[in-house]
């Protein structure tokens, strides 16, 4: 079913926005991630995440079920086939032909699925054959499916890409020309770290845009050290509260905008999604 933006993005673009999330393990990239996707589809956006953490926990705490998950790396030859990249061509993810319509939507129909909340969700899997060493054959795959899907009319409005620690992924061009980076932080000296290390990365590849989100803030009153300490203005930093009930809702397998929709961190997340939505 086709849904029509209803607010924010001009209705007349075909215009894909792919957001990609950063930072350090453990900081909450999944947890807000799975929110910002939900609250864009309540908007009347498409959204597209892409799972690229081996563990597939964005997948699963949208609610797809592990025993569900087609993953792009356990049927690496036929998506590699179908997009026109031939089975063992280069590893830069590249394709050679451009896919039909047709072979597009086999891909899209057989390696995503919708959750009951109408996000679309594609994951990438772990290393695809032993040895293989690192994840890169596997990013190339997201980059193929990711440039096939752009080609078309029938894009989604949102990509948004959770991507482990983000290092790996930036490192191997898969967010080049990316509209924007969530380098999403916690204000620990090794969080801000990493997070100091992926917007350079992500500036030195294209990436349009950053915006640092601190999250399980104590007080909101640290933010603007934070901002300060990462060298952002501080109107680029949004905070998120730090809740209990998000780890409660983590252990029953639940969303916190399922479990506390009127809690602090919704609405810090909110805040983020006007942001995103304006642009
Ligand atoms: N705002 C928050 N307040 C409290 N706990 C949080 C918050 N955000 C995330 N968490 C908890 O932090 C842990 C890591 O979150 P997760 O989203 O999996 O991080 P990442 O994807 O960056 O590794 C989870 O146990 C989650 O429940
Ligand atoms: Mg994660």
Known sequence: MHVEPVR?????????????????????????????????????????VIDTDPSMNLATSLGVPFERLATLADHRDEVREKLGAGAHADD??????QADQHELDEVINGYTMLTPDRVRVMVMGTIPYGGAGCICSSISLVKLVISAIEKKDTTPDFIIVDSQAGSEVLGRGL?????????????????????????????DIGVKKQIVIVNKVEEFSEVPSVAKALGVAPD???????????????????????????????TNIRSIKDAIESG
């Open 175 to 203: 967010a080049a020309d990316y509209d924007l980076n969530l380098v999403v932080t916690e204000s620990t000296p090794r969080a801000m770290d990493v997070a100091r290390h992926v917007m350079k990365l992500a500036g």
């Open 8 to 48: 924010g993005l001009p209705e007349w673009t075909t215009i894909m926005i792919k957001v990609i999330a950063t930072g350090k393990g453990g900081v909450g990239k999944t947890t807000i991630i799975a929110t910002l996707a939900r609250l864009l589809v309540q908007d009347g956006y498409r959204v597209l």
């Open 236 to 266: 680029n930093v949004y905070p998120v509260a730090s809740d209990r009930k998000v780890y409660e809702a983590d252990r029953q397998a639940r969303l916190i905008l399922d479990f506390a929709p009127e809690s602090m961190v919704i």
């Open 92 to 97: 830069e993810g590249h394709a050679h032909r």
